[in-house]
């Protein structure tokens, strides 16, 4: 994975860099395997630039593409953009999740086309902004995008994903003073639920140590347009999802900002990307769960439907 990690950083970081030079880059991973596998670019233009989403489908043994029942993972690598250009030179701390992402991509389409395929499909997706804006934030600045939120969910949170692993660089607060990445409770329809043990699992066995987690309050599941203060953009795709969806955040011990260069971690990066690979991998073949069902329906039950918490409010 760590050669992915690699080759990934080289590639986005360049001031010409777009979707399609990312997109070219994993056909040619795929070869003769790219009739299978999807590899699309979407451009839109916004207020303050464009971005380029890029969207890579890989099919699994027995996943739904093919008619099978094995379920669908979705990785959303989450950012502003990758560089904050003219007022940063260089690759930014932000586009850590995009490179975790890709580089998940590159890893199952390399699986894919040597016939080590998963059970269920993998649908990855990413946006790829070399020329973003940054914005105010406590305690450090934050990366904006050209696109809002809204335009980020419809085009990366898409219907065929059963769950969801958002990663995202989450190093500009004080609260997760950890190095290396760390996960979220699982946050459905609305609500913060358990850490799921099963994910907790994958974390030691991928890390080598125990699990961090890092908090979320309700502010950081409603939507961006709200308003309210947000730990970052890592669990906007429950916003837009009904589905299970678990934030991995690429962590430091001191707060660094987001449109701050020199400050990637390879090797981080590389345990972020591996990690979603392996919930992937348990999560097609169903040996790996986001939170109990049996629980989730009974809290609905006592508490009723959250998803308002899911739209803007009276913002």
């Known amino acids: ?53 890029v969207t890579v489908r890989v099919p699994g043994s027995a996943g739904r593409a093919g008619g099978g029942d094995a379920r669908t993972l979705g990785v959303i690598g989450r950012l502003g953009g990758i560089g904050a250009r003219p007022e940063r030179i260089g690759y930014v701390s932000d586009g850590d999740g995009a ?15 040597r016939g080590d395929r998963l059970r269920g499909d993998v649908i990855i997706g990413t946006h790829i902004c070399a020329w973003a804006p940054t914005r105010p934030h406590e305690p450090v600045p934050f990366m904006d995008s050209p696109v809002d939120m809204g335009v980020m969910n419809d085009n990366e949170v898409l219907p065929e994903m059963e769950a969801i692993v958002s990663i995202d660089t989450t190093k500009g607060n004080r609260v997760i003073n950890h190095r290396g990445i760390a996960i979220s409770p699982t946050v459905r329809q609305g609500y913060i639920l358990p850490v799921a043990p099963d994910l907790v699992s994958v974390y030691e066995t991928v890390c080598g ?107």
């Open 209 to 315: 140590e125990p699990a961090q987690v890092f908090p979320l309050s309700t502010q950081d599941i409603t939507p961006y347009a709200n308003g309210l203060y947000h730990i970052n953009s890592i669990l906007q795709p429950a916003v837009a999802a009904q589905v299970p969806v678990v934030g991995v955040a690429l962590t430091a011990v001191t707060a660094v900002a987001g449109s701050a260069t020199g400050a990637s971690h390879e090797v981080d990066i590389a345990l972020a990307a591996r990690y979603a690979l392996e919930v992937a991998k348990g999560f097609g073949d169903g040996s790996l769960s986001f939170c109990d069902e049996a629980e989730f329906a009974a809290l609905t039950r006592l508490y009723g439907d959250a998803t308002h918490l899911q739209g803007v409010g009276n913002a």
């Open 1 to 53: 994975m760590l050669k992915h990690v690699l080759t990934i950083l080289d590639l986005l970081d360049d001031p010409r860099v777009d979707g399609e030079r990312v997109a070219a880059h994993l056909r040619g991973l795929a070869g003769e395997a790219t009739r299978q596998i999807g590899i699309d670019v979407t451009r839109v233009e916004g207020d303050k630039g464009h971005t380029d989403f």
């Open 99 to 113: 490179t975790a992402a890709l580089a998940t991509a590159a890893k199952v389409v390399e699986m894919y086309a």
